[in-house]
């Protein structure tokens, strides 16, 4: 393989302004994994249902981004869902990703371990969107646990059916994104459904995992108080498991990926939120008793 597949200095999920994502990021791409080139189109398939290997678009070091302390993101390829805000069109298409063994990955969570530990950090599985490889990821999330390593699942909830019980087990934090507040805004943003991210969500609650719920304010699109009482009624149903509300402005940063793939960017034009805007939203979140950044 490449030594470097790309070094990622954009943002994902409206969440990461870039200098400060820049800044904060010690090393990416896919250097150091050794790919598993030689295996015929059967077997992947078969190593990817059981986790042997996982398509991976990237991962860096960063701090304080994807979850509390210093963590290993890894950024899995495949999304079924296509926002209209999406920053990385890039990792939609699993078979765009790298192939990578789980042994690679989980050596990687290893030599990492202490600095983990020691920064209250740990381990993200982020995207595309990282429960399409649940076998993978809930397989590294397992040997993270073992070695007292922190783990994170950054998602849209939309796959909640692939992830079993039992792989919510090894899940210390939950990063979901609830895009809208009903179906049809939901629908509108994302081309899917809101229904499985609302049960993933109830599900990890139920099982005592923590959740830091991530909003994405956009203008004409999901700003609306219908909308977002909605989305704050839905979070309500998570109960206590909510440690925080994330309320991520729109910004363009994404348009340039959108190009460079000639896929039609539907928010060519779109602005991101006033300040005005964002406290009125904010203070709709903290009128339900949520802590709100
Ligand atoms: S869920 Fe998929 S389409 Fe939506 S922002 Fe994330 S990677 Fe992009």
């Not at 440690?243 to 190009?259: S, T």
């Amino acid at each position: 393989m490449s030594e470097t597949t790309e070094f990622r200095t954009t943002t994902r999920h409206m969440l990461k302004r870039s200098k400060q994502y820049a800044s904060q990021t010690l090393m990416g791409g896919l250097s150091g994994f050794e790919s598993p080139i030689g295996l015929d189109r059967r077997d992947r398939i078969e190593a990817l249902r059981t986790g042997d290997i996982g398509f991976v678009h990237s991962w860096d070091i960063n701090t304080s981004v994807d979850g509390p302390g210093t963590r290993m993101t890894v950024f899995m390829s495949g999304c079924p869902l296509r926002c209209q805000y999406c920053q990385n069109p890039d990792t939609w298409k699993m078979r765009d990703g790298q192939p990578v063994y789980l042994e690679a990955m989980i050596r990687k969570v290893e030599r990492y371990a202490d600095l983990f530990k020691a920064t209250g950090g740990g381990i993200t599985f982020s995207g595309g969107e990282s429960m399409m490889q649940p076998a993978f990821v809930s397989r590294v999330f397992r040997a993270a646990k073992e070695m007292g390593v922190h783990t994170c699942l950054d998602t849209s909830g939309f796959l909640n059916r692939n992830y079993t019980d039992e792989m919510i087990e090894d899940i210390d934090l939950c990063l979901i994104d609830v895009k809208s507040g009903d179906e049809e805004t939901y629908r509108k943003v994302t081309g899917g459904l809101l229904a499985p991210t609302i049960e993933f969500g109830q599900r990890l609650a139920r099982a005592g995992k923590k959740i830091w719920v991530r909003f994405v304010l956009v203008p004409g699109l999901t700003d609306s108080e219908e909308n977002v009482e909605n989305v704050a009624r839905i979070c309500d149903t998570f109960g206590e498991a909510i440690e925080h509300i994330d309320v991520l402005g729109f910004h363009q940063l994404g348009r340039p990926k959108w190009h460079e793939l000639r896929i039609p960017y539907p928010l060519e034009d779109a602005k991101g939120p006033s300040a005005k805007l964002k406290t009125r939203v904010k203070e709709q979140f903290e009128s339900h008793g949520f802590v709100v950044y």
